[in-house]
């Protein structure tokens, strides 16, 4: 293992009984914002490398290129990894540092190349893992808000109390706002893993580990009004926090919830982006989904939220909406199928 993977040892550790391997969720954390012009090309070549690595949590800061409308002061803060002058599309996987650092101890690397990405992937899922972490008992109140939930889990490899801490964060998919790109401005472009809050410390919060390796921390939060919480869903990250070293702050796990916080309560997972078209886009009178896999839920909600359609009654490769009755405008339609799921956008122009 190169010796930048374990630095960690020259620390006072603590190691808990037998070590139990465990399996990793990497995280891949990507730097964008909507003035950066590549940034949608960066999206691309993430999302060909992620293509292979399912499991993967990807997750979207907006920062390192100035800020936008959605940049959060826990993403602008998370920026001091880069170790010099911020840029963007960037991105960094597990926070940890690979065996060829493009930055010397910094694990923010430029987007260049899918394969790259892919090959580090590779690389750090070769890396023992010895923490485990699950998000349990969640629950969301529609009226008010209010999330609750247990995240806990165990830790039985070498670690430093002081250094471990629990980050979460608030994940926004299908947000709709001009994005720069090289060809000009986009205006509907659709934003997805967008950070939208930290329930938690902007670097996280201190964990309480037990002898055993054991910990647990009750999650009391209220989604803000600025997200869409049948957009949102919350992701736990385990990690290292030493703000003077940048080769200390790599994760040990994370886990994402199953699915967004959806009015109905109930849990849309977030699985691999299937082949879908909605034809005819514009649309008047009504718009025909059809998919590669069989459709489970549909659901279509305008710009500000308001859910316009909700079906979990689906069954076959292709959906009929009834838009005769709905005003001008862009619409989002996300579809759940067996194999995966696809957002898409509806303009529906009378």
Not at 47 to 52: E, Q, V
Not at 141 to 159: D, L, M, P, S
Request: glycine residues 4%.
């Amino acid at each position: 293992m190169n010796k930048k993977h374990t630095i960690l040892l020259a620390l006072c550790l603590i190691t808990v009984g037998a070590k139990a391997q465990v399996q990793r969720t990497s995280v891949l954390e990507e730097f964008s914002t909507a003035n950066c012009q590549y940034c949608p090309e960066g999206f691309q070549i993430i999302k060909k490398a992620l293509s292979s690595h399912p499991g993967t949590i990807w997750l979207v800061h907006h920062a390192g290129f100035f800020t936008d409308d959605i940049t959060i002061p826990a993403s602008e803060r998370l920026t001091f990894l880069y170790g010099t002058n911020a840029f963007a599309p960037a991105y960094m996987i597990d926070r940890t540092v690979q065996s060829e650092a493009y930055t010397a101890y910094s694990p923010v690397w430029p987007v260049s190349d899918s394969a790259t990405i892919s090959a580090q992937l590779d690389e750090l899922a070769a890396i023992p893992c010895y923490t485990t972490v699950s998000i349990d008992n969640l629950n969301f109140n529609i009226a008010t808000r209010n999330v609750t939930a247990t995240i806990q889990g165990q830790i039985t490899g070498e670690y430093e109390a002081s250094m471990v801490h629990l980050t979460v964060y608030l994940v926004e998919d299908s947000i709709v706002m001009p994005q720069a790109s090289t060809t000009g401005t986009i205006q509907d472009y659709v934003h997805l893993h967008a950070v939208r809050d930290c329930a938690t410390d902007i670097f996280g919060t201190s964990l309480d580990i037990a002898d055993d390796g054991t910990y647990s921390y009750s999650l009391d939060y209220t989604v803000p009004t600025k997200a869409v919480a049948s957009h949102c869903r919350l992701v736990a990250i385990v990690h290292n926090y030493k703000a003077t070293n940048l080769t200390m702050n790599n994760i040990l796990n994370a886990t994402a919830t199953n699915g967004y916080l959806c009015a109905n309560n109930a849990a849309i997972g977030h699985l691999a982006d299937i082949d879908c078209k909605v034809f005819p886009n514009p649309a008047k009178d009504y718009a025909v989904i059809e998919t590669s896999s069989n459709i489970r839920h549909i659901t279509v909600s305008n710009l500000t939220g308001h859910t316009m359609l909700h079906d979990e009654t689906c069954s076959g490769s292709a959906y009929c909406i009834d838009t005769r009755h709905w005003a001008r405008g862009i619409y989002l339609i996300s579809i759940v199928a067996d194999n995966g799921t696809s957002t898409q956008k509806l303009v529906i122009n009378k």
